[in-house]
């Protein structure tokens, strides 16, 4: 599933454009562009309102800016807000309007200059939203990382509310936007923290390096432009910096024992005995 780094990478390359795809095509920039239609290919895509309403709606609405909150992907437009989530195999390319559909085109809005913007979801798992008010549906999530207001301070008090296992806690959305499987695992390794430790016996220090390591690999991830680990997303790096995440059997980077893997909440989960002993 894209995290944070590779929707942040997308939502980037729908506002300035040069994003590369697999087939050598460079995708253009559609912030600023008018929608002059709009379908749906596959009505369940659509979470609300409708897939009629969506694409009786849609056209005539310019694009103001793109941007994301969490993993979803936010289109403000003239009087509405588009919102995508992504999922398990979601991507949006921009196309020519003439190309011929792909077999996993579920949703596609058309432009002026002969441009389209495709959302392909080969699961059917990702949706679609287009609401006016978008805290409709992102009024559940926590903060943002990378947010200026994310404080170290608000992260210590916010896991000591809890008594949960750091591993599903930092993939709960309502606590943490944005984390998923890969980077939870990459922050807890670079934090030196078992990831079933309960949330409320971190100490201020502990919080401290946690709240550090998650900014850096999300930071680090963007810098890459996402990781690209199998067909889902291609187009980063960030694959070749891990430290942890699938890297079972292998050295561990800072004191060479074999990664091993775990199973947390039905989630592969890859850490290093020694560092991140549990009792540590």
Same mark, same amino acid.
């Given at each position: 599933?894209?995290?944070?780094?590779?929707?942040?990478?997308?939502?980037?390359?729908?506002?300035?454009?040069?994003?590369?795809?697999?087939?050598?095509?460079?995708?253009?920039?559609?912030?600023?562009?008018?929608?002059?239609?709009?379908?749906?290919?596959?009505?369940?895509?659509?979470?609300?309102?409708?897939?009629?309403?969506?694409?009786?709606?849609?056209?005539?609405?310019?694009?103001?800016?793109?941007?994301?909150?969490?993993?979803?992907?936010?289109?403000?437009?003239?009087?509405?807000?588009? !919102?995508?989530? &992504? +999922?398990? /195999?979601?991507? #949006?390319?921009? *196309?020519?309007?003439? $190309?011929?559909?792909?077999?996993?085109?579920?949703?596609?809005?058309?432009?002026?200059?002969?441009?389209?913007?495709?959302?392909?979801?080969?699961?059917?798992?990702?949706?679609?939203?287009?609401?006016?008010?978008?805290?409709?549906?992102?009024?559940?999530?926590?903060?943002?990382?990378?947010?200026?207001?994310?404080?170290?301070?608000?992260?210590?008090?916010?896991?000591?509310?809890?008594?949960?296992?750091?591993?599903?806690?930092?993939?709960?959305?309502?606590?943490?936007?944005?984390?998923?499987?890969?980077?939870?695992?990459?922050?807890?390794?670079?934090?030196? !923290?078992?990831? &079933? +430790?309960? /949330?409320?016996? #971190?100490?201020? *220090?502990?919080?401290? $390096?946690?709240?550090?390591?998650?900014?850096?690999?999300?930071?680090?991830?963007?810098?890459?432009?996402?990781?690209?680990?199998?067909?889902?997303?291609?187009?980063?790096?960030?694959?070749?910096?891990?430290?942890?995440?699938?890297?079972?059997?292998?050295?561990?980077?800072?004191?060479?024992?074999?990664?091993?893997?775990?199973?947390?909440?039905?989630?592969?989960?890859?850490?290093?005995?020694?560092?991140?002993?549990?009792?540590?």
């Amino acid at each position: 599933m894209p995290e944070l780094p590779e929707v942040e990478t997308i939502a980037r390359a729908l506002r300035i454009g040069g994003r590369v795809y697999p087939d050598g095509s460079v995708g253009q920039a559609v912030q600023g562009q008018i929608i002059q239609s709009a379908a749906v290919l596959w009505p369940r895509t659509v979470a609300y309102p409708t897939a009629a309403e969506v694409e009786a709606h849609l056209p005539g609405q310019s694009i103001l800016q793109i941007g994301r909150r969490g993993k979803f992907l936010v289109f403000s437009l003239d009087r509405d807000h588009l !919102l995508i989530h &992504l +999922r398990m /195999s979601g991507d #949006l390319i921009v *196309e020519p309007v003439d $190309r011929p559909l792909a077999p996993h085109h579920r949703f596609w809005i058309g432009f002026q200059d002969g441009l389209r913007l495709v959302f392909n979801d080969p699961r059917k798992f990702g949706r679609i939203w287009l609401t006016r008010d978008p805290e409709n549906v992102l009024g559940g999530l926590g903060p943002e990382p990378l947010s200026p207001e994310f404080t170290p301070q608000e992260f210590f008090t916010r896991l000591q509310k809890y008594h949960r296992q750091l591993k599903p806690l930092l993939l709960d959305q309502s606590f943490l936007a944005g984390l998923g499987n890969i980077y939870s695992d990459e922050a807890l390794h670079r934090a030196r !923290l078992h990831p &079933l +430790r309960l /949330s409320h016996t #971190l100490q201020q *220090e502990d919080a401290g $390096r946690l709240w550090q390591a998650i900014r850096e690999v999300l930071e680090e991830g963007i810098l890459k432009q996402g990781s690209s680990i199998d067909w889902v997303y291609r187009g980063g790096d960030f694959q070749d910096s891990f430290r942890a995440y699938q890297r079972t059997g292998q050295p561990c980077p800072n004191c060479g024992t074999p990664i091993e893997r775990i199973v947390v909440g039905q989630r592969s989960t890859h850490y290093c005995p020694h560092c991140q002993s549990i009792d540590r």
